[in-house]
Structures are given as C-alpha cells and as structure tokens.
C-alpha cells in the first residue's frame, strides 16, 4: 500500500541511540520501501519551546541533517528539510491552536514531564507544541508518521484535532487522519544510568546515551559504565520483570541484531554481564561508528548541507503552501 510518511526530529543537540532504533532506522527502511513517498523534518520550531543558545541551534540543524543522511536517508529520494523554512508550519499551528482544546492539551504527559513542577514557567511554545505537531503531519495530508514510543499520545491528539476541523468546517477527509507506527518492540529506548528513565538528548549526563556521534572508546567507556544489577542474566524472559537495567541493554541488543528478546536471552543465558557487555558494545560499534565518521565528514561541508535543506525546504513549500491556502479558504479568511 502505497504510504505518505512524515516525521520529524528536534535540532536539540546529538542525537542518540534512542532516536536511531526508535526512529530514523524505520525511516529509511519505509524510504527503502519502493513506493512510500517520505518527508523528514528537522523541527527547529519545536526546539525553541525550551531555551537554545541560537548558535548551538543553527550547529544542530546542520547536524541533525547530517545525521539523517549519515544514517541512510536519501535526500534525492526524500524530502529533507527544516520546519522554520516553511511558513505554512507556523500559520496551520495558530489555526489549529483555535480549533483545539485546552483539556486535551492538559492531558499531555511529555509536557507534564518536560515542564516539571514549576509548569507557570514553562513557555507557551512547549504546551501547545503537539498543535504544531499536528500541523506539520497534517500540511502533508500524511498517512503514516513513524515516531518512538513516546509520541503516541501526541499523534493521537493529532487525529482528534484533524477530526475536529473537519467537522467543524465540514469538510469530510480535508485533513487526512494520520496512523502512527511504533515499532512493537524496542519502541522505547531507556537511559544507561536508569533503566526506567526515557534516553534523552536533554539528560544532563553524557554517560546516559549512546550519542550518533561517539567513536569507538566513547561507546566501550559508556556500556561498561552502564548500570546493571547483581544479578547474571535471564535464563528466561519472565526473570526480567523488575530488572529494568537488564531488559534495556537486553532490547538494544536484540534491536542492533534484529532478533526476537527471546533470542537475546537464549545467546546470554545465566551469564554475566561483563560478558554481555562486551558483545553489546561490538554490536554497538559496529552500527554507530561508520554512522559517527559520516556525519563528522559532511559536517565539514556545510555548503552541501544547506543546499539539501534549502532544495527540500522548496519542495517542500510547494506542497505545504497549497494546503494552508485550502484551509485558510474554508476558515474564511
Ligand atoms: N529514548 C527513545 N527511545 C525511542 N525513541 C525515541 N525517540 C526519542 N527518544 C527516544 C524518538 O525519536 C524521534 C525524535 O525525537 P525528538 O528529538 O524530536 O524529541 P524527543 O522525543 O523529545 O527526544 P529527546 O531525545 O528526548 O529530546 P529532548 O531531550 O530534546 O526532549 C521521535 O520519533 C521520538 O519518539
């Protein structure tokens, strides 16, 4: 079936393990899947619901398209481009802000964890971000968006609020209700230092995530320091309840071999983990370093990167500027 796909991913610093397996390995197999038309976006309005030093945002919009090429995205056969260069973004994000609700808005957990206790702080930017969200899968009349696991709620939220304006202005299928896909498994990659918090860019702790970025010594350094518990590893997948640690590193594992828990627990059984660890960071090196050496070379052109975001920011333009113009007509404007 022939699929629409859009996705996006925040210049907000290195990207990490979390946001590979999570993520862009399924975009380039949906864009490796003849057919499928893909638009990947580096969503630096979405960075700026939270602080950036704007020199380190204008480094990581360069690195994040790095990243996406470097991990096997095609710009001559995808549409790579930042969200900022588009001004449809912007303008369908107000719309839709109107025609959305502040309960459902309440409801959303990242923005309870992001803004923490002191949510009176917290900027506008970052509670209506799942609008923008909206507005940026719905500008392309995408079928299928392709996020980690915890974005679920926000793509939700996004087929609520396509709903919503289509009843509201009558208008049966004027925006495409979206599905998400989340991988079944490994869908949400844990930090090395807690097994139950999320890997994060934002971690202040380096040694939380395995970056895109880090060589060879920086990968062994961060998985023998990576948190464990005393005991060997599982002779069967039911002894890894309450070992969150152990089911982390088990899942990566089996995520960079593209084998079954199952499988990974069979491999490993009663061992312990220095043993463990010791394959884990040769499946790690083996993935991420070529990816690492590829993006510290084209980082060293950045002629060639702006041309890709400025060429896919055009056609990108195309297709977004006649959707706003659509519904700006049905809005009445
Ligand atoms: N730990 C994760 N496991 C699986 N998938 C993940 N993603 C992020 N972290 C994990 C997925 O990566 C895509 C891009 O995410 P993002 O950078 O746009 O935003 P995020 O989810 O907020 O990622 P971070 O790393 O936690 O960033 P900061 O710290 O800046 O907020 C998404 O599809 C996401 O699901």
């Not at 506008?124 to 719905?138: H, N, Q, R």
């Amino acid at each position: 079936m022939f699929k629409k796909i859009f996705s996006g991913v925040q210049p907000t610093g290195n990207l990490h393990l979390g946001n590979y397996l999570g993520a862009i390995k399924n975009f380039v197999e949906l864009q490796n899947d003849k057919g499928n038309e893909c638009i990947f976006c580096v969503v630096d309005l979405h960075a700026i619901t939270v602080k950036q030093d704007p020199k380190e945002l204008k480094k990581n919009i360069r690195e994040t398209t790095a990243t996406f090429i470097a991990c096997g995205i095609d710009p001559t056969q995808s549409i790579i481009f930042n969200q900022s260069m588009v001004p449809a973004h912007s303008e369908a994000a107000w719309i839709l802000s109107c025609v959305s609700r502040i309960g459902w808005l309440n409801r959303m957990t990242q923005f309870k964890e992001k803004a923490g206790k002191d949510k009176e702080k917290a900027s506008i930017g970052l509670y209506s971000y799942p609008v923008l969200m909206a507005a940026d899968i719905l500008l392309y009349d995408a079928t299928h968006v392709p996020v980690g696991d915890d974005q679920k709620q926000h793509l939700e939220l996004c087929r609520d609020i396509a709903q919503k304006f289509n009843n509201d202005f009558n208008v049966k299928d004027f925006l495409k209700v979206p599905e998400p896909m989340i991988q079944k498994k490994f869908s949400r990659i844990m930090s090395l230092k807690d097994g139950i918090k999320k890997m994060s860019k934002s971690d202040p702790s380096d040694l939380s995530r395995v970056n895109l970025t880090d060589n060879k010594e920086e990968i062994l350094n961060k998985i023998k320091k990576a948190k464990t518990d005393p005991l060997p590893l599982p002779e069967e997948l039911k002894n890894l309840t309450e070992r969150p640690e152990a089911e982390n590193l088990l899942g990566i594992y089996s995520s960079l071999k593209s084998q079954d828990l199952e499988n990974s627990i069979n491999e490993f059984s009663g061992k312990n983990f220095s043993e463990f660890k010791k394959r884990l960071s040769e499946a790690l090196i083996d993935k991420i370093e070529p990816i690492s050496k590829e993006i510290k070379k084209l980082l060293g052109d950045e002629k060639y990167l702006d041309s890709i975001l400025l060429d896919g920011s055009n056609k990108a333009d195309k297709i977004a500027s006649k959707k706003i113009k659509e519904m700006k007509e049905l809005v009445g404007f």
